[in-house]
């Protein structure tokens, strides 16, 4: 199956439905990805933050070498964490994600998150009450680091996750090369009509990360709504004669959208690629439209008593202060 691709602002095509990896255990997402790229995803989306870089960059080194794909048929996007925001951190960064994955270039790199963390070896760092220890680099000037990256060859493209229309705003006014991707959380309870709207009217392309609503977060609640248990989502796949999921994916998807459902079962890794067999009618994306509640699942958390609650620490770049 040819999955249609979103031409970026940089000229190059990304595929519009790619695998996720966030969550995937080590020596579960090198066969995810193996199963994946024998279904026919060429587009697989990664992180140094998740782990489990070098096992994907195994799985894609072992389909090259057996001829099932070439290099140039994938596009691999990973993401420079929070405690690389420093310019001068920014290239060993993308380096050290490089020969994780095995790769000479990276199809396209994201800052992860616009706040930074304090440099240094602890991935999360924290004070003695457990709030982030935050930087003091700016996202723009991480930002100028990052087109180091294309001048170099080791990215084709570059992009953000995670930031709001003001922050992009400041990029595409300051910065010299055009942000060619906003990844953000987007499924049926969180449309985020109005980022989207901005970014694609700008020519940045949006990726939905979490569509599904990711249930396995570690910081899930029993008691909150789940997208794939919603009855009336449900009733919404029968009459298509789609998984509950499926019709998720086929809204967002229809949206303009680009999507990466995360799985390391094969038959959900099918199952979320099969989505070009049908098409929602405009009654119906009108429908999954208004399941919108603006309910963010994504969010920095801290624990509390034994309970995870919101943090923002009162970073001057949280993104999540403004309506979009």
């Given amino acids: 199956m040819t999955v249609p691709s979103y031409r970026l602002s940089s000229g190059h095509d990304m595929p519009m439905i790619g695998l996720g990896t966030w969550k995937s255990k080590a020596g579960e997402v090198e066969a995810a990805v193996k199963s994946a790229i024998d279904l026919g995803y060429r587009h697989i989306d ?26 140039g048929d994938l596009f691999i996007t ?5 405690t690389c925001h ?7 960064s993308c380096r050290l994600t490089l020969s994780l994955l095995g ?25 003695a009450d457990g709030n982030f220890l935050y930087g003091t680099t700016t996202p723009l000037d991480t930002w100028t680091a990052m087109e180091a990256l294309v001048d170099a060859g080791l990215v084709k493209a570059i992009g953000v996750s995670n930031f709001n229309h003001e922050q992009i705003e400041t990029i595409l006014e300051k910065g010299r090369i055009k942000p060619s991707n906003n990844q953000v959380e987007i499924h049926p309870y969180l449309a985020n009509d109005k980022l989207v709207k901005y970014c694609l009217e700008k020519g940045v392309s949006v990726t939905a990360y979490s569509p599904l609503g990711s249930p396995d977060r570690p910081w899930a609640t029993a008691d909150e709504p789940k997208l794939l248990e919603d009855p009336k989502l449900i009733a919404v796949g029968k009459k298509y004669g789609k998984t509950t999921a499926q019709v998720i994916l086929r809204f967002l998807f229809q949206r303009g959208l680009v999507i990466i ?28 439209h208004s399941f919108n509640r ?7 958390m801290k624990e509390e008593n ?19």
């Fill in 78 to 82: 990973s993401k420079l964490w929070n």
């Fill in 306 to 324: 034994g309970k995870m609650i919101f943090q923002d620490g009162g970073h001057p770049h949280f993104p999540f202060h403004i309506e979009y």
């Fill in 86 to 92: 420093r310019p001068e951190d920014v290239l060993p």
């Fill in 46 to 71: 990664c992180a140094w933050i998740y782990g489990n870089e070098a096992e994907v960059g195994s799985a894609i080194k072992e389909k090259i070498d057996a001829g099932v794909i070439t290099r």
């Fill in 103 to 127: 790769l000479d270039y990276l199809d396209l790199y994201l800052i992860h998150w616009p706040t930074s963390f304090q440099a240094g070896d602890d991935k999360f760092p924290k004070d």
């Fill in 294 to 300: 603006n309910h963010r699942l994504i969010i920095p």
């Fill in 261 to 288: 459902p995360k799985s390391v079962t094969p038959s959900r890794i099918e199952e979320n690629f099969q989505l070009l067999d049908f098409e929602l009618s405009e009654d119906d994306m009108a429908v999954m």
